[in-house]
């Protein structure tokens, strides 16, 4: 199936496509490696008058590292930040989370920020930037503003975005000293989405006490999902296997996932429970 007819810019600065953005408005979308958007379009369950392609505009494909974040640019190819050398024992969850996604050549055409704004609550890199409490930096009309991932995925396919901006660069926090991640993914055959996937990370001082935990699923509900209560239970404690059970308990309950072909709601919050535990097990073992 082809999808309907669209007009195709391919703006070479930030400025000119966030111009056709205002421009055109809600009926215009951007395109970035086109990964998600494009089998959309191709099986017509949406149709665009307008698209955006924000692939050559080379300011915003990079890979940086501070002392408090890795920052990068929203048409980083995935599979550049999968074979990124620089990233350390702190960020081996995304180095596990890029690995995971689809295949190698969806990786080579996909880029971060369009697994990130797409809103898909399969897609992997919401689940880690929100347990790494981290940020997308979005520019407008209006300029530039900060939006926490956790507060970026308000239903299916849907974020907190303007029509007219365009997410430029994506924040991972360093979480620093004595701290590990992963980033578990329960899925069918190689390269398919999800049955439900975890990303952990966490912080512990040398008593064994954690100071700093966040964990988010994805693919059971409507978005990427951060575990709030799950991750409260963690801080302050002692990861005990009594503590973790506690707190993957309160993960279990914090999805509303529905029943389908993958199974029923009580096997995937069971899933959810034992992906909490073995990915905070795994994490610790990191340390």
């Not at 082809?2 to 421009?23: H, N, Q, V």
């Not at 992997?124 to 503003?145: E, S």
Request: aromatic share 6%; charged share 25%.
């Amino acid at each position: 199936m082809r999808p309907t007819e669209f007009d195709y810019f391919a703006p070479g600065t930030l400025e000119e496509a966030i111009g056709l953005l205002k421009k055109y408005n809600d009926e215009a979308k951007v395109l970035a490696g086109g990964q998600s958007l494009l089998p959309l379009l191709k099986s017509r369950v949406t149709s665009i008058p307008y698209l955006v392609d924000i692939g050559n505009i080379d300011s915003l494909t990079y890979i940086t590292r501070n002392d408090r974040a890795l920052l990068v640019g929203s048409t980083t190819k995935i599979s550049a930040l999968e074979n990124y050398r620089n990233f350390g024992k702190n960020f081996e969850i995304l180095k596990e989370a890029t690995a995971s996604i689809a295949d190698p050549l969806i990786r080579n055409m996909g880029t971060v920020g369009g697994n990130i704004a797409h809103g898909d609550p399969g897609n992997d890199l919401p689940a880690v930037l929100m347990a790494l409490d981290g940020t997308v930096t979005v520019t407008g009309p209006g300029g530039q503003r900060h939006v926490k991932a956790r507060e970026l995925y308000l239903d299916s396919y849907t974020t907190s975005l303007n029509g007219n901006e365009i997410i430029t660069e994506v924040q991972f926090p360093d979480w620093g000293t004595r701290s590990a991640g992963t980033y578990i993914k329960f899925k069918k055959p190689a390269g398919d989405f999800s049955i439900a996937a975890i990303a952990i990370q966490l912080k512990v001082n040398k008593d064994g006490i954690c100071e700093k935990f966040g964990s988010a699923v994805a693919s059971v509900g409507p978005t990427s999902i951060f575990l709030r209560k799950a991750s409260e239970t963690m801080v302050g404690s002692k990861m005990t296997p009594t503590v973790i059970e506690k707190a993957s308990e309160a993960a279990a309950g914090e999805i509303n996932p529905v029943a389908d072909r993958n199974g029923t709601v009580d096997q995937k919050r069971d899933l959810v429970r034992k992906l909490f535990i073995e990915g905070t097990r795994k994490s610790l073992r990191k340390l």
